[in-house]
């Protein structure tokens, strides 16, 4: 059977993947926080798990995943200021939290539509294990691991010997985490599993341990965990943002309510930076919701960029590196995808053309063969993006491997990777931007938008629409022609 190899951050080192159960791995990720659009660092997050399930399941194993929508109160880390986001919101919209949190859910859903990544098994909700969150703090007060404050139930992590050793954490370090105003903590550590609710009337509080409550943010996961996969689970996913505070609670309050090992697997994604150099020469930004410096899928797309574009240029990097996103970039990544796309549309141009069948193939050559077990072993390798996409661009030169075993193996991994790299319909548009490159400088700015206008409902297929835009372009003394492989644009008089 074909070895997973996986960075783990438990271990701090690569090792060879074994699930508790031969042919079933359980793998959960942290979800959004559903109270405003998922920015294009939450959704790489969700990338390489789709990536690496997909890879779980070509070698043959049953996935059971779970992505959670944080649709209560939370906080983030020990310096947010004390509100709730979720409630904040709603005042904003003029809405209810459980509205904010429905529509924002749904986008959510919508932009991983939108970059080809699966939904997992089940998206859980919060606010749907509420009696599950409350069992959990019980079964943590029998086991003497928490106490209570004037406002709080709080963990006591020095009941957790083993507290400091995921994160790496010294204790010399930790007056930074506490919070001046927060006297009646033990622990700088020590956090909250539900706080009394009786400062303020809230939309989202429950009745339990004899008033009103809310639970605190970490306690979500571990219920939701517990209750749809099991106490131990081979795969726990997410930001290495989360490493220092939450993942290490979660352990924590998991190991100390079951006295098992939680899980044997922690993968953790690296930070999207923005590059942006402005008066002040500050050029590096992590991007976040609350700086509101934060870019969407919305976002690319109001400037002509393909979801999937973005997602190429996210698998052209490891998952453990930081990635420095600017639209120059993008630019670069959008170029680099479309030439990859067009090399593929020729070899099957040419299967076509022959009218060669390819889906039926069983006797591959050697070369095939040893290309595929390459690629394979790098989708393995901790997920080995870059490398896998490398190894496409020279399987598809290589001059002893026929046409149609090319393009048996480009449908094969595009099944993992699903940047569409067989759709050649978007191919003509991206052609002429490229193209007008040339000559930007050139053509007015006018002329411009109309162009990416008419690619817009060429796309959408509202060819009506199209032709106004080509009929006003030519008002404007332009004239465009649609070829087989280009857009042609030229000025009367020929000022070129």
Request: net charge positive.
């Amino acid at each position: 059977m074909q070895k997973i190899f996986l960075y783990n951050t438990k271990t701090k080192q690569k090792e060879e993947f074994k699930p508790l159960q031969e042919w079933l791995v359980k793998m959960y990720s942290c979800g959004p926080t559903v109270y405003n659009y998922a920015h294009i660092w939450n959704l790489r997050s969700y990338i390489f798990p789709d990536i690496l399930k997909k890879t779980l399941r070509l070698v043959w194993y049953k996935v059971e995943d779970l992505i959670n929508f944080t649709d209560v109160w939370h906080l983030v880390s020990d310096w947010d200021e004390w509100e709730d986001k979720m409630e904040k919101k709603a005042k904003e919209e003029w809405k209810n939290a459980w509205e904010i949190s429905k529509f924002y859910s749904e986008a959510f859903k919508s932009d991983l539509k939108k970059l080809n990544i699966w939904f997992p098994k089940k998206f859980s909700k919060a606010t749907d294990y509420i009696q599950e969150q409350i069992d959990l703090v019980k079964k943590l007060e029998e086991k003497w691991c928490t106490y209570k404050t004037s406002d709080w139930i709080y963990f006591d992590t020095e009941k957790f010997p083993r507290y400091w050793e995921f994160a790496n954490i010294k204790k010399d370090e930790l007056k930074e985490w506490a919070r001046v105003d927060f006297w009646e903590k033990k622990n700088p550590t020590d956090f909250a599993l539900w706080k009394f609710s009786w400062d303020s009337k809230r939309q989202m509080e429950w009745d339990a341990f004899w008033q009103k409550w809310f639970p605190g943010w970490h306690l979500e996961c571990t219920a939701m965990i517990f209750k749809e996969l099991w106490e131990t689970i081979d795969i726990h996913t997410w930001w290495t943002d989360h490493i220092r505070v939450h993942h290490t609670n979660e352990i924590a309050q998991a190991e100390c309510a079951t006295w098992k090992n939680y899980v044997n697997y922690w993968l953790h994604w690296e930070f999207l930076i923005l590059d942006k150099k402005d008066d002040s020469n500050e050029k590096w930004w992590k991007m976040s919701k609350s700086s509101w410096n934060f870019i969407t899928i919305k976002t690319l797309e109001e400037k002509w960029f393909d979801p999937i574009v973005y997602k190429f240029f996210a698998l052209q990097n490891s998952y453990r590196k930081f990635l420095t996103f600017s639209f120059e970039n993008l630019k670069v990544a959008e170029k680099n995808y479309e030439k990859f796309k067009s090399e593929i549309k020729k070899i099957f141009q040419d299967i076509w053309n022959e009218q060669k069948i390819f889906s039926d193939l069983k006797n591959f050559s050697e070369e095939f063969k040893n290309y595929d077990k390459k690629i394979l072993d790098k989708f393995c390798d901790n997920i080995s993006t870059p490398q896998v996409l490398d190894l496409l661009r020279k399987f598809l030169k290589e001059k002893n491997i026929s046409p149609e075993e090319k393009i048996f193996l480009i449908k094969k991994y595009d099944k993992i990777l699903w940047l569409n790299l067989l759709d050649f319909s978007k191919l003509q548009q991206h052609a002429l931007a490229c193209w007008l490159d040339e000559f930007s400088d050139k053509i007015p700015e006018e002329i411009k938008i109309l162009i990416e206008k008419r690619k817009f409902f060429k796309q959408e297929k509202k060819f009506l629409e199209a032709d106004k835009i080509k009929e006003k372009i030519f008002s404007l003394w332009f004239e465009i022609k649609d070829t087989r492989e280009w857009i042609e644009i030229k000025k009367y008089k020929n000022i070129f």
